[in-house]
């Protein structure tokens, strides 16, 4: 009967043989509306206490290639944009950036602060230009927020997988809105999101694993105490 039943499938280009449940052994979410869909994996997104951001991000005029560890109480990881890399390290409301010298000497900064400022943990101060433009990469409610935001009409298109996870995908208008694919095993988690507008593509995973967030050691720690020469 199975050989049967693929070759059907095969000839006649259907999507599963009669009496096939194609929702057998997943959660169910694909039986839904894709609006129901959307709401139930921006829901799990928001309550999970954990997760890995990996991918592309464009805003401002710049790309961002992002590799961020996220939970509520802030996040871990590295960012990098026009040629340079740096790290990102935010606990509570105290927010760090470490760097190599080229990255504080960009655009013909102060040669003597950046090597002051190269490997070291720095504060940013709460007043600064950089605390708030870069803060939000460390905060899980603020980036996925805006990353699971589909725009027009939220329809669905099709099922498929995702690092051996089989997922239903969801767009917004046709895909021109973004589109985002969806766990169907387990909790129906985002695990892979291409922004509207060809503005990046971000892969999710580590869902609710456990990992280490706390200041860096006071020696390896600057506090510079003003605005930051990249400000």
């Known amino acids: 009967m199975g050989a049967v039943c693929a070759l059907a499938v095969t000839g006649a280009g259907l999507t599963g043989c009669s009496g096939e449940d194609p929702d057998a052994g997943t959660n169910g979410v694909g039986k839904l509306p894709a609006d129901k869909i959307h ?8 309550t999970a206490e954990a997760v890995r951001l990996h991918g592309t991000v464009a805003a ?33 409301e105290q ?15 102060d040669a003597a602060a950046a090597g002051k400022l190269a490997g070291k943990y720095v504060k940013v101060p709460q007043g600064d230009p ?53 766990s169907l095993e387990g909790t129906p988690y985002p695990l892979r999101l291409v922004r509207a507008g060809s503005a990046g593509t971000i892969g999710f995973s580590d869902w609710n694993k456990p990992f280490a967030l706390e200041e860096p050691a006071k020696d390896d720690t600057l506090d510079y105490g003003r605005q930051l020469p990249m400000s």
Do not use: N
């Not at 927010?95 to 900064?109: C, I, V, Y």
């Open 60 to 92: 401002g005029g710049s790309t961002y290639t992002l590799d961020m560890r996220l939970k509520p109480g802030g996040g871990t990881g590295s960012v990098a944009a026009e040629g340079t890399t740096f790290g990102l390290l935010r606990v509570g």
């Open 39 to 46: 709401a139930k994996t921006r829901t799990a997104a928001e």
């Open 130 to 182: 950089a605390y708030k433009k870069f803060s939000g990469f460390t905060d899980k409610d603020v980036l996925l927020g805006d990353l699971l935001t589909l725009h027009g009409t939220v329809e669905t298109d099709g099922r498929h997988e995702q690092a051996g996870v089989r997922t239903i995908r969801i767009t917004g208008d046709e895909g021109s809105g973004g589109s985002l694919d969806v």
């Open 95 to 109: 927010l760090f950036l470490k760097a190599d010298a080229g990255f504080w000497s960009h655009d013909g900064g």
